[in-house]
């Protein structure tokens, strides 16, 4: 099947939750609403002709100034019996930043999930362990967001002397053989 004609299934199946179909260079994105993203994911993964049954990602996306909505939710999926793939972004915004989890769908979306929590500050509902997975519990702010101070934040994170000390004796560590 032909991702436009995917597209076109999405739009038939959830009209009121299409935003936007784009096709560029042979990919396909749909644009969605984020209220009903598991229902759809649900649906692209069960249905037969379809069966999207590899989410390869998930990432977020900030448009800070460019969108009505700041965020962005990405999923790259794949089906690995019928060998098509479709983009999904799901719109975030900033003062709701939250939307479903897809893990009851895709258990293996667990770590991206909690990536784009950590980057963007984007909250998973659903999600059965969303914390921190780059940064420290205690890290202050979302470094992928485009107003996060380009010289990281304004005071030392509170590790940091701790992290430099650990290093050092690691590095004065004799290593014998």
Known sequence: METLQIA?????RFPEEVLDVKEFRGQVSATLKKDRIL??????????ELYFDYLIDVCGVDCLG???????????????????AIRLKAEVEEKDASIDSVMPVWVGVNWHERECFDMYGIIF??????????????????????????MGPEKEWSGFLTVLDKAKRFREFEWHE
Do not use: Q
């Open 8 to 12: 076109e299934k999405i739009k038939e």
């Open 39 to 48: 229902e759809i994911c649900r649906y692209l993964h069960d249905e037969p």
């Open 66 to 84: 460019k969108k009505e909505k700041r965020f962005e939710v990405v999923y790259h999926l794949y089906s690995i019996k019928h060998r098509h």
């Open 125 to 150: 509902k659903g999600h059965p362990d969303l914390r921190r997975i780059l940064l420290p519990e205690d890290w202050e702010g979302y470094p992928l967001r485009k107003d996060y101070p380009v």
